[in-house]
């Protein structure tokens, strides 16, 4: 099991730029696929991003594609996703997650979550 605290949300405009950290506990961060999932207010939660545990595999939704990006630093077990171009739609509450399965964008792949970071997009 790991602990997992997100950060960076905020307020931004729309067209700004904004990057989310993950923080996770433990001294196997580099055995867990992490990935990021939003919820938007009365909508499910979807997929964001994912990355293996050697960060040489990625993965997008298409809707984020060629404007987010998620990275990952072993050494200080932290995820990040470094969000461009942002749109009033990217608004949501975005969540962390760590699994061992495999890069996936189904949720039920991943264990172990945070609590979530807002982060609103105004137009």
């Known amino acids: 099991q790991v602990q997992l605290v997100e950060s960076g949300g905020r307020l931004v405009q729309a067209g700004g730029s904004l990057r989310l950290s993950c923080a996770a506990s433990?001294?196997?961060?580099?055995?867990?696929?992490m990935a990021w999932f939003r919820q938007a207010l009365g909508k499910e939660r979807e997929f964001v991003a994912a990355i293996s545990g050697t960060g040489g595999t990625t993965s997008y939704a298409d809707s984020v594609k060629g404007r987010f990006t998620i990275s990952r630093d072993s050494a200080k077990s932290l995820l990040y996703l470094e969000m461009n171009s942002l749109k009033p739609d990217d608004t949501a509450m975005y969540f962390c997650?760590?699994?061992?399965?495999?890069?996936?964008?189904?949720?039920?792949?991943?264990?172990?979550w945070g609590q979530g970071t807002q982060v609103t997009v105004s137009s």
């Open positions: 433990g001294r196997t961060f580099s055995s867990y696929i």
């Open positions: 997650a760590a699994g061992r399965v495999g890069v996936s964008s189904l949720s039920t792949m991943y264990n172990d």
